[in-house]
């Protein structure tokens, strides 16, 4: 019974020793989990914070070779300009000039593109959109010669023999007299051969008044029936004001012209109306004109001068006026009035 007694006690001291021994394992192996972590971690740490005060001295030694050379600088301000550019409205000032209207309604509209200052006369109509009529002819030009469906050399179409009111109309005529004398039935099948999707894809990117080419064959001009005399352009669906006027010549010759310098002087072959004596001004413009009923009610002149400090463009436009003389060519001599008196 001692003997039994004996060797359990001595189990349970065995036992004993052994789970002291497992308790003592665990906990080493605890401990040196444990401090490896913390020192992976402290290892991580400080690894972030050095490569942090690398990135940083990069960027100070970047900044301050940057500032040496002064290029940085440069960009940040011409960035500056251009966003201001992009921001800022033009100036808009109005001026009196119904001494050179005498009389007539009226208005023009002037844009210095160097300055980015717009000069209004007769606020109201600058902003009311009419019939462009045969100023319209300077954008199927364009459209054309862009395109390549107009060739300057090989440009005469041949008369079908119809008798016309203007008998410069009345004959074989290329594109620089066709121009020149403003005829229709030239540009009616122009136009016919630009198509209505390329027509209107290209007045969508001048932003051209109202972009309305619906009355494709003017048939809402009832002021004439002859088919090749009419079109959209004519009295008809496609309006503009005269201030879009200014702001479409500017889109065709101004410095962010998306135009080739082919098609731009092509067109200032076209256009040039005077060189004044004495001067380094070249004006470059197209008249226009409509009636309604046998009357005018719409008279053009629009294009741009060119001189040494940059582009004017500019348009004027006659309404009606009763007991008045109101031509396209009137338009005209008071453009170049007010334009060569700034």
Known sequence: MKRRSYYYNRRIVKCRNIWFQLAYWIFLCIFFLTGCSENHSMEEKTSVEVEKEETEEEKTERSATVSSSGVAEEDTEETKAHMED????PELAYADWSEYFNGLNGTAVIYDASNRRYIIYNDELAVTRRSPCSTFKIISSLTALENKILDPDTSTRIWSGEKFWNEDWNKDI????????????????????????????????????NCDISDWEGRLNTNNDNRALTGFWIESSLMISPKEQVEVMERIFGEKSDYSEETQNELKKVMLVSEKAGTDISIYGKT???????????????????????????????????????????????????????
């Open 174 to 209: 290329d594109f620089s007299e066709a121009f020149h004398t403003s005829c229709v039935w030239y540009y009616r099948q122009l136009i016919d051969d630009i198509g209505k999707d390329m027509m209107q894809k290209e007045l969508d990117k001048l932003q051209y008044g």
């Open 86 to 89: 992009l921001t800022v409205e």
């Open 288 to 342: 226009g004109m409509g009636k309604a009923d046998g009357v005018v009610v719409d008279a053009w002149f629009t294009g741009f001068a060119q001189g040494l400090d940059g582009n004017l463009y500019f348009c004027v436009r006659l309404g009606r006026t009763d007991g008045m003389d109101v031509s396209s060519s009137l338009a005209r001599e008071i453009a170049i009035q007010i334009v060569s008196d700034l």
